[in-house]
């Protein structure tokens, strides 16, 4: 799977001890900073990720990663009957789940603290999986995939939003400018913590985006993967089943 990736190289820690640590160190501007950052886009990604999910009607969703709360919160709209959402990070967690009482929502969307390798719930419960930008987090990348099939229920849909490298080889020079100097200078300056927008680079970067993933997802045990690039493949919609 190549070379591991982490945010604080001077740390002997394990990744997903210290993908904890960063995402609790940013969490007080993290949901400023996906809008800042993207420009507001990362909304619409989230929008159009989660409607890639209404011909299936799900009416058990688990969100993996879930972090502040985001994507949960748009699952909503598939009028599911529960929503839980699942995350190693305790402060993003709390963020979340202040913003779910504001909004009303803390009877329809379940946040609990959990690994997304060791995942708490039992065999066939649910019938889509969803993760935004977080399966390249995951410290050990196909046993988080097949954690999450275990837990699908046959037939059960997995939706999978992450960060992609544009095929456009003029888009993916500016893409590489904004995310190796602009993206790293506003996240040391508004997060306080130096390694955090540098880690996203680097992650992005060594993940295998694309056919590459599909063919990881696949010798899991997904079938019928999709892979459906958005923003001139700034980031990509990956789809597949449960047998």
């Not at 456009?168 to 130096?194: C, E, H, V």
Request: charged share 25%; proline share 5%; net charge positive.
């Amino acid at each position: 799977m190549g070379t591991t990736v982490r945010p604080y190289k001077e740390s002997n820690a394990a990744k997903k001890d210290q993908v904890a640590r960063m995402f609790n160190n940013i969490a007080w501007r993290y949901d400023f900073l996906n809008r800042f950052l993207s420009l507001g886009i990362d909304r619409v990604w989230r929008k159009k990720a989660i409607r890639t999910l209404r011909p299936h009607q799900p009416r058990q969703v688990l969100d993996i990663a879930t972090g502040t709360g985001d994507l949960a919160i748009e699952a909503l709209k598939l009028n599911p009957d529960q929503v839980t959402g699942v995350d190693i990070s305790v402060d993003m967690l709390r963020i979340g789940r202040e913003k779910l009482k504001r909004k009303g929502l803390s009877d329809k969307i379940h946040l609990l603290e959990g690994d997304s390798e060791k995942l708490i719930f039992n065999d066939n419960k649910f019938d889509a999986v969803t993760v935004a930008f977080g399966v390249r987090n995951f410290e050990h990348l196909q046993d988080g995939l097949r954690e999450i099939l275990r837990v699908l229920r046959p037939g059960g849909v997995v939706m999978i939003l992450e960060f992609s490298q544009p095929r456009n080889a003029l888009m993916n020079r500016l893409y590489q400018f904004y995310s190796t100097r602009i993206t790293p200078w506003f996240g040391r300056k508004i997060s306080k913590d130096p390694q955090a927008y540098t880690y996203l680079h680097e992650s992005i970067a060594a993940f295998p985006s694309g056919q590459d993933f599909l063919r990881i997802m696949e010798s899991c045990g997904f079938q019928k993967t999709v892979v459906k690039p958005m923003t001139f493949g700034v980031v990509s919609i990956y789809t597949g089943f449960k047998p």
